[in-house]
């Protein structure tokens, strides 16, 4: 399997599912907006439309001989149009010429779950479907079918080209996560799907032949001899024998390259990295026909992960060469991400500082695109070779984020481009268009005479985002907003609307209905100038909904504005008919929610729904009312505003409640256990990044009026942090901005803690005092004076509020009126937190002497038992499985029983551990000053692994499938629960505390002053 880069498991992040209300019938076929749909074209294809699969053909040869594009002109090459995807586009863009609609689609398909067909005309998306779960590889189509492999809930899917109509589903297993399917036709056998399945860890990978016409299984076959699977695209050739072939690589630890008979999955030949280890193969293979090139058998050409190119003859499996391109390069990291393009005697292909050129038959260098030019950054993108023979250029993206075009011959960039993300997407060549996607979501076409100029810009003035407003009945909900020109005027506003959340149905105002997949509608626009009005009305039912507007300028010369503009509103019922109420509007994935509702049929069934799930079926009493049990909220759920529908079987009558699907990190260690572990947080640990840096990225830094020592608290939509200044700030999620600041009167140096039912912020400061504050307001509740400083993180539970102190003591508060309600002494200063274990009323802490005592509370608190540790516990123990761990700064974490203190076992982690653990199916990961991560079994104390990080780790916080980690020389870590380290962000300075993970975002304090919120691809937090 592989560990890292491209070949990282795949990601659920903002899951599209089918809709839910049976108000709401959507067709199979999402109708294209009119202009699109309408639009002239040829009777016949232009010549050279077609690029209908990965690297254009069967052989993933990668060339085009479309003479539009060539060195002569490349200069002049600029943006044509370019289309938001509604999610980051790592596959790459098919093109292919459709007769009943008589024009070219581009079909690209993203990381939010969304295939879709845009015309390669104007960019306008044509049709779309929301198939539920990320997509990576690439599609492909022949004739009217077009085959999709998704990552998760792994099957295959053949949808009708021309209308985006699901035909069949194969299911494969696992999923597909790079692998890129190929079609062929063996001689005398049937057209054929060839497309490796990655292995899970559990689940082997297999290669699977699947029939064209009829969706059936040809063969699978498992070639490896060690447990493994496949991650590679798929080529398909024949060999000098007429044996048909599909070639592909393995995923670590088999790391080979494969070749099977493609009549009957028969295993003809396997080639072995030279290096080993986990240097498997995450690209496809360029064939070389038997004859090419004076080559008899034929060739294949594979880059692997071990940065060597291979040339192996095609039919005897035999390697002819090897180019070293660590040597070559000096690059020390992996590489070999790139699918080479064989141009004539060329072999070109992506290396981990560039672009390299390679004799096809010696193998030896031509040229280095690092020594035509500056030195670059990565290109895992696959080279595309285009333009007529002598003026050929090679079109790429790198994870600069830049998208490039050079000279063949020489290597020479020509033109570039920079997008708003990194590039893996391997460019399409159409007609002279030059289509590549972006990690930002746009799907670029580049052509000669596009714009290289500056893009207009839009605002949106209303509705105001996160606003409440009444329904209005028959009249529409309407956004508006300006539009001001870039380099050219604004040609129109395009406004996408999603009803529900992530989950909902988008508005198409050509076919007044709400569909399945994205949609962009022309809003109205005022009169021409440099800015301009803009509207666009969209009906809501009467039953109330969230709506999301989301929308974006576009300039006569085809520049989009890069950043959309995005506001959410809720729209209440009618004041009349059908009413629903929720025990809460907040709710966690996982957890449950009551819903109540009146207005409806007597004695009649009622559906709840949230869109695309079922959530239960209740019956109404005689007078229309009903109160429904818990309902559970998956735990796969999205993140995001949506709504419950409660609807009458009998009457139809229906009515939603608004309901934000959130994970709060609401204390330190996120529960009263403090586990630090998020349970439900999938997005994160199944993100698919090119390198550790482009994992999360910033989407905004707030600047403190001070360093923030402690960690983050995250709810309700802002992040709270205390400051070494004295302030306590709230900081709104979706802007960054203040929402409001208080003067605590000392300095903060550890978390607030946050209760959302009672609407309290608390936090403890240096000038012995521990406060509350309205959680929206930031005006003062109460403030209770201790008898030393409090950098100890409050825990809150059940109205109380417990706290240390360094005056020696526990302190038990009313969280409601800040009376202490009782103190316990303690041997040394309580610098550490509390842990709260609420199955058995037990309150745990550590003080400076290394003493650790437990409560028995809910009456008369009185001490369980009272143990000593070997160093001073400043952190706070974590209670778990009926234990109780503590990190001591003489570098031994220690196991006692919850019920009676009796020491278990105890290990040596480091030389000391000061800052906060996380707890996560049976494992304990544990900081130490010296840099180093360990993950122990919390039943023995075994250790299972230990990974040096990059400096004095602070503190450790763990979701699904992976940890995040703060390091004192400001470095934040991002580990796979294995160890493996796929992400790496610096803050302006040193950091302290420990990562707070809400809604797949991650929040930092920093020493530079700086709250942190990092986002998958910077995007907005859900």
Request: charged share 15%; net charge neutral; glycine share 14%.
């Amino acid at each position: 399997m592989p560990r890292n880069t491209l070949a990282a498991a795949d990601k659920v992040w903002l899951a599209r599912m089918a809709l839910a209300t049976a108000a709401l019938v959507l067709p199979a076929l999402i109708a294209a907006p009119a202009a699109a749909a309408t639009a002239t074209a040829p009777a016949a294809a232009p010549r050279y439309a077609d690029w209908p699969t990965f690297h254009g053909n069967p052989n993933l040869t990668g060339v085009s001989k479309d003479p539009a594009i060539s060195t002569l002109n490349a200069a002049q090459l600029g943006v044509r149009w370019m289309t938001h995807t509604f999610g980051p586009v790592l596959s790459s863009p098919v093109t292919k010429y459709s007769s009943a609609r008589h024009e070219t689609l581009a079909y690209v398909a993203n990381e939010n779950g969304e295939l879709e067909a845009i015309s390669t005309a104007d960019g306008a998306i044509v049709w779309a479907d929301s198939i539920g779960v990320p997509m990576h590889a690439t599609p492909t189509v022949i004739g009217t079918h077009l085959w999709i492999g998704t990552a998760v809930s792994g099957r295959m899917l053949r949808i009708n080209a021309n209308t985006g109509a699901v035909q069949c589903r194969v299911p494969l297993g696992t999923g597909v996560d790079f692998a890129s399917p190929v079609i062929g036709t063996p001689p005398g056998g049937p057209t054929t799907l060839y497309v490796g399945v990655q292995d899970n860890g559990a689940v082997e990978g297999p290669m699977m032949a699947i029939n064209d016409s009829t969706c059936k299984v040809e063969w699978k076959r498992d070639p490896y001899p060690v447990f493994s699977g496949s991650w590679s695209p798929d080529a398909f050739g024949v060999n000098a024998h007429g044996v048909p072939l599909v070639i592909f690589g393995s995923g670590d630890p088999d790391c080979a390259i494969y070749a099977l008979n493609a009549r009957t999955g028969a295993t003809l030949w396997r080639v072995r990295s030279l290096v080993g280890g986990l240097s498997d193969f995450g690209t496809g293979a360029a064939i070389s026909p038997p004859g090419r090139n004076g080559i008899a058998d034929g060739m294949a050409y594979v880059s692997g992960k071990d940065r060597i190119l291979y040339g192996i003859d095609l039919t005897t499996g035999k390697l002819k060469w090897h180019f070293d391109v660590g040597a070559a390069t000096g690059a020390s990291h992996d590489g070999g991400r790139s699918t080479a393009a064989l141009a004539g005697r060329m072999v070109v292909f992506g290396t981990p500082v560039g672009v390299a050129a390679v004799d096809a038959v010696s193998g030896k260098q031509i040229w280095l695109s690092e020594k035509a030019g500056p030195s670059d950054t990565e290109v895992p993108s696959s080279p595309l070779v285009t333009g007529p023979a002598g003026h050929q250029v090679v079109v790429y993206g790198d994870l600069n984020g830049y998208i490039e075009v050079t000279s063949l011959a020489t290597g020479q960039v020509l033109y570039r481009y920079e997008t708003g993300g990194y590039v893996i997407s391997s460019a399409a060549d159409s007609a002279g268009n030059l289509l590549i996607g972006s990690s930002d979501g746009f799907l670029y076409d580049l052509a000669i005479g596009g714009s290289n100029g500056s893009p207009p810009a839009t605002t949106m003035t209303s509705p105001a985002n996160g606003s409440t407003i009444p329904n209005p009945g028959r009249r529409p909900v309407t956004a508006k907003g300006t539009a001001t020109a870039g380099s050219a005027p604004v040609a129109a506003v395009d406004v996408a609307v999603q009803m529900n959340g992530p989950s909902g149905p988008w508005w198409n105002a050509a076919t007044r209905k709400w569909q399945q997949g994205p949609a962009y509608n022309k809003a109205s626009a005022g009169s021409s100038g440099a800015t301009r009005t803009w509207s666009l009305g969209v009906p809501v039912p009467a039953q109330g909904s969230v709506l999301t507007f989301v929308a974006r300028a576009v300039g006569r010369d085809g520049l989009v504005e890069p950043r959309l503009i995005q506001h959410t509103v809720t729209v209440r019922p009618v004041k009349t008919g059908p009413h629903v109420t929720l025990s809460s509007g907040h709710a966690a994935p996982g957890t449950g929610l009551r819903v109540a509702g009146k207005g409806f049929g007597s004695r009649e069934k009622v559906s709840l729904s949230l869109p695309g799930l079922h959530l239960g079926t209740v019956t109404a009493h005689a007078d229309g009312s009903f109160a429904s049990p818990v309902v559970s909220i998956p735990t796969a759920f999205p993140y995001g505003l949506t709504a419950v529908t409660a609807k009458g079987t009998r009457s139809g009558r229906s009515a939603t409640a608004p309901v934000t699907i959130t994970g709060p990190w609401s204390q330190l260690g996120y529960d009263p256990q403090r586990t630090a572990d998020q349970p439900f947080d999938h997005v994160l640990s199944e993100e698919v990044t090119p390198g550790k840096q482009h994992r999360m990225m910033p989407y905004w830094v707030y600047s403190a009026s001070a360093p923030i020592e402690g960690s983050p608290a995250v709810a309700d939509g802002r992040a709270f942090a205390g400051d070494h200044g004295g302030t306590l700030s709230a900081v709104d999620l979706v802007t960054g901005g203040l929402a409001w600041s208080a003067a605590v009167g000392g300095s903060v140096d550890s978390s607030p803690a946050v209760d959302q039912a009672a609407g309290l912020v608390v936090v403890g400061s240096s000038n012995d005092k521990v406060s509350a504050y309205q959680e929206r307001s930031g005006a003062v509740a109460w403030s209770t004076g201790t008898g030393g400083a409090v950098t100890s993180s409050p825990l809150i539970y059940h109205g109380v509020v417990y706290v240390g102190s360094d005056d020696h003591k526990l302190y038990a508060i009313s969280e409601k009126t800040g009376q202490v309600l009782w103190t316990r002494t303690l041997p040394g200063p309580v610098d550490g937190s509390p842990a709260f274990d609420p199955a058995t009323s037990t309150v745990v802490v550590g003080d400076g002497t290394g003493t650790v005592t437990a409560f028995r509370v809910g009456g008369a608190p009185s001490r369980r038992w009272q143990v000593t540790t070997g160093g001073a516990v400043d952190n706070s123990p974590v209670i778990a499985q009926g234990r109780v761990f503590v990190g001591a700064a003489n570098g031994v974490v220690y196991s006692f029983s919850e019920s009676t203190g009796k020491p278990g076992w105890s290990r040596q982690v480091g030389t000391s551990v000061t800052g906060s653990m996380a707890f996560q199916a049976g494992h304990l990961y544990v900081g130490a000053a010296d840099g180093s991560l360990t993950a122990l079994r919390t039943g023995s104390g075994a250790v299972m692994w230990s990974e040096p990080l990059a400096g004095p780790i602070t503190g450790v916080s763990a979701t699904d499938g992976m940890l995040f980690t703060e390091s004192s020389n400001g470095t934040v870590s991002g580990l796979r629960i294995g160890g493996e380290v796929v992400w790496l962000a610096r803050a302006g300075s040193g950091l302290s505390g420990s990562p707070a993970i809400m809604d797949n975002s991650v929040f930092v304090g920093g020493e530079d002053n700086g709250l942190y919120c990092f986002t998958p691809y910077g995007e907005p937090v859900v």
